[in-house]
Antibody, heavy 119, light 112 residues
Framework: EAHLVESGGGLVQPGGSLRLSCGAS????????VSWVRQAPGKGLEWVSS???????YYTESVQGRFTMSRDNSKSTLYLQMNSLRADDTAVYFC?????????????WGQGTLVTVSS | DIVMTQSPDSLAVSLGERATINCKSS????????????LAWYQQKAGQPPKLLIQ???VRESGVPDRFSGSGSGTDFTLTISSLQAEDVALYYC????????FGPGTQVDIE
């Protein structure tokens, strides 16, 4: 069974940076497309980004140019570098495993890590 | 971008009764080459991450009770809970994966 654990969330000022990590186990990480999905407090779900097995990345328009997703298959770890953070980036960020190739639905979710952007 | 809408925003159903949630996409998410609708349904209970219930509009995930069923094609889809149980109280989201993934706004299901 897939297991995903996010870390790195916290409080950051507007314009600041943060790097999220996600450790994966229970599946062949290097053969899997993985993604980030976020949920603002009391709001719905928003897909943020995905990375393929060949490290090709896709981003939602609102984070394009500010967020960078990467993966380290040797460590079964996923990263999300977030720069120029804005108040509307405040959310719980979930690390998720795609069912298959991009685009797809998501069959395993971490518990999430909270990012708060505020002065 | 494909915009997903859901109705109603919330509903309250008596235990054992049927709950029906509707989901609509702004364009067709049916791919004729493989005859599949690129739609998933999720359940999110309070304080938990979402759980995938159904993919390809009607294919239940392993372990999901058969009281959950999905139907529809093209732009209009439905999630039905045939006999609501107390543990089904949750938010339900639809999601398209025909193009860049997008979710509906969610439907809250409660016990009446």
């Amino acid at each position: 069974e897939a297991h995903l654990v996010e870390s790195g969330g916290g409080l950051v000022q507007p314009g600041g940076s943060l790097r999220l990590s996600c450790g994966a186990s229970g599946f062949t990480f290097s053969n899997s497309v993985v993604s980030w999905v976020r949920q603002a407090p009391g709001k719905g779900l928003e897909w943020v980004s995905s990375i393929t097995t060949s490290s090709y990345t896709y981003y939602t328009e609102s984070v394009q140019g500010r967020f960078t997703m990467s993966r380290d298959n040797s460590k079964s770890t996923l990263y999300l570098q977030m720069n120029s953070l804005r108040a509307d980036d405040t959310a719980v960020y979930f690390c998720v495993k795609n069912v298959g190739d991009y685009p797809n639905c998501f069959d395993s979710w971490g518990q999430g890590t909270l990012v708060t952007v505020s002065s | 971008d494909i915009v997903m809408t859901q109705s109603p925003d919330s509903l309250a159903v008596s235990l054992g009764e049927r709950a029906t949630i509707n989901c609509k996409s702004s364009q067709s998410i049916f791919y004729s080459s493989n005859n599949m609708n690129y739609l998933a349904w999720y359940q999110q209970k309070a304080g938990q991450p979402p759980k995938l219930l159904i993919q390809w509009a009607s294919v239940r995930e392993s372990g999901v009770p058969d009281r959950f069923s999905g139907s529809g094609s093209g732009t209009d889809f439905t999630l039905t809970i045939s006999s609501l149980q107390a543990e089904d109280v949750a938010l339900y989201y639809c999601q398209q994966y025909y193009s860049s993934p997008s979710f509906g706004p969610g439907t809250q299901v409660d016990i009446e």
